[in-house]
């Protein structure tokens, strides 16, 4: 067998959350081995924000994110702030653009972020092992005694930073929860989040019908209520207010679209039936929403779009108007992990301190990033998360 090499902290997980720590751990003195079972680090970063990586939040507080106990995130993310990252990418000659409600994209794209953390991680001397598999972990005399494909490793600490379940063709794996079970930590039920709704029948058709249009909405689930625009697709629903509200919506669940949020249809109508009573009920709507969208809202309601407005009822515009106000329609389900951005659960942080993200089960045990159950809206919060705890990892004594 092979002798164990021994470092301060071995980190598993290349990604966002694991290469940050890796810098930050490192730059407090630690000789740090980061492992990874894929080829390439950081897959998930290069592919983020459409290759801009949309890498944090202006916006930043934790009601911004989900998880059981919605404290939990509040130390790490007010130690560690949208600005101390955008400081570390002033540093290395980065610029941002702001897009949109505080999302901030990096200019030089994805891959420049990959370099940063990266060089980061070099300018410590953390050792990067890509292509290595774990197989198992054992906690022996105060070490963590790390098996890889590559021979045995060994360590203090053992920051686990493997990501949570989405996109497995990209190496998503449970190895995070695997470790955590292993010590005892209770796992929070996972489920895809951020990503598109799907929907069969009718409605299914008539969605496939109109794919490529998008509108502006407030999409709401669970109490959860989000102003985005909703992209119709050959699936169902996607775009920021369907993916906003897959976070919080289980399965069976109505969500409820609010077609109109600046202007009142029924007020509308009544004018225009006045005005041009000769315009049919879709040419009207046409002024509102895109045209597809106004022939299959015409069409989803008892009356018939081809009408003359100066035959419609003022029973109907108002029937028309509770519709777009408050639109309420069952998914069939997500696209599940294959296209979601996050996993929603994870390790149940009643197991972790809130300010180390350390095991209160075992000492030296650490869970960083997306396997933790805090998951961040759309729009660069779950890297910000992945900076912030992975900094708070690398404070603990
Ligand atoms: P991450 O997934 O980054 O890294 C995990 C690492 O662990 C990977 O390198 C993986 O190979 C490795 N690993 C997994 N299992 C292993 C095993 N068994 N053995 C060894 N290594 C293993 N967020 C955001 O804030 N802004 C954005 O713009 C986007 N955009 C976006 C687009 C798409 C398409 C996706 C899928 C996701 C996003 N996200 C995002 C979410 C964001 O990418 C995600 O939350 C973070 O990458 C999580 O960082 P982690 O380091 O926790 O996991």
């Not at 790490?76 to 999302?103: C, N, V």
Request: net charge neutral; charged share 20%.
């Amino acid at each position: 067998m092979q002798p164990s090499q021994t470092y301060d902290t071995i980190v598993v997980g290349a990604g966002a959350a694991g290469l940050a720590h890796a810098a930050m751990s490192g730059r407090n003195g630690r000789r740090v081995l980061v492992l990874d079972h894929a080829k390439r680090p950081a897959e998930k970063v290069r592919i983020s924000g459409g290759g801009r990586c949309n890498f944090t939040n202006l916006e930043t507080r934790a009601d911004r994110f989900l998880s059981q106990n919605p404290h939990f995130a509040k130390s790490a993310l007010a130690r560690y702030t949208p600005w101390d990252f955008i400081s570390l990418m002033a540093a290395h000659g980065l610029t941002y653009t702001e897009k949109h409600k505080g999302q901030l994209f990096c200019d030089q794209k994805s891959g420049a972020i990959i370099h940063m953390l990266l060089d980061e991680a070099a300018s410590v001397h953390a050792e990067i092992r890509l292509s290595t598999e774990v197989s198992a972990v054992h906690h022996r005399g105060g070490h963590y005694e790390v098996e890889t494909s590559g021979g045995p490793v060994q360590a203090t600490r053992l920051v686990m930073a493997t990501g949570g379940l989405s996109i497995p063709k990209m190496g998503a794996s449970g190895l995070a929860y695997d470790i955590a079970r292993q010590f005892g930590h209770d796992i929070v039920e996972t489920r895809a989040g951020l990503v598109p709704f799907t929907f069969s029948g009718e409605l299914g058709e008539k969605f496939a019908a109109i794919s490529g249009v998008a509108t502006p909405v407030r999409a709401s689930v669970s109490g959860a209520s989000f102003d985005e625009d909703l992209l119709f697709t050959h699936r169902g629903l996607s775009g920021p207010a369907a993916l906003q509200t897959s976070s919080y919506w289980q399965p069976g669940q109505a969500l409820t679209l609010s077609l109109l949020t600046e202007s009142d249809l029924t007020e509308t109508l009544r004018t225009a039936k006045q005005t041009r009573p000769k315009q049919t009920l879709a040419k009207a709507l046409e002024d509102l929403f895109p045209a597809r969208l106004a022939a299959l809202v015409a069409g989803l309601v008892p009356v018939s779009a081809d009408m003359r407005l100066a035959d419609l009822s003022h029973a109907a515009i108002d029937d028309l108007a509770a519709f777009t106000r408050a639109w309420t329609l069952t998914p069939m389900g997500t696209e599940g992990y294959r296209t979601a951005e996050v996993t929603v659960g994870g390790i149940s942080t009643d197991g972790l301190d809130q300010r180390t993200m350390e095991s209160r089960h075992v000492r030296g045990l650490y869970f960083i990033g997306e396997c933790v159950d805090v998951t961040g809206w759309l729009g660069g919060y779950n890297f910000q998360w992945a900076w912030a705890s992975a900094h708070a990892a690398a404070q603990a004594e």
